[in-house]
């Protein structure tokens, strides 16, 4: 298991991605799935960096493992405002793009490619979990 904490700031984007996606391309040959995971965890990142701290600045905490059954495990920590995105409506994709409400795609998008999702509020810390086999 390895972990950093970074101040969830844009300008810290490119070290967490490169922190997550690290040697992953030394486990995983498909290309696709490196550029799903790699979607899916830039979307909770960008997300934590623009909406969990309101006024003040605050860290991200990013924790990633592997499993010897080939599970892989990210979970993003905040002490930000409660949010639970898993709580949010799927939006209807197959809607015209007018008809559509503004955001929620994104959240959609991890829920799809992921294989499990979870979410839970802990010691005020947001706790969000993907799990995918690779």
Not at 65 to 88: A, H, K, R, T
Request: contains cysteine; aromatic residues 8%.
């Amino acid at each position: 298991m390895d972990k950093i904490t970074i101040q969830a700031v844009l300008e810290n984007l490119d070290d967490m991605m490169e922190f997550l996606l690290n040697d992953l391309s030394k486990i995983i040959s498909n290309k696709s799935l490196i550029n799903q995971i790699r979607l899916s965890c830039e979307e909770v990142l960008v997300n934590v960096i623009s909406y969990a701290y309101l006024e003040e600045k605050g860290n991200v905490e990013i924790i990633r493992d592997l499993s010897e059954e080939g599970m892989l495990f990210y979970q993003f920590i905040d002490e930000g405002v409660p949010y639970n995105p898993l709580l949010n409506t799927d939006p209807d994709i197959n809607a015209p793009i007018e008809d559509r409400g503004i955001g929620g795609l994104g959240v959609y998008l991890y829920k799809s490619i992921m294989d499990e999702v979870k979410y839970e509020r802990k010691d005020n810390k947001n706790i969000l979990t993907f799990i995918k086999k690779i």
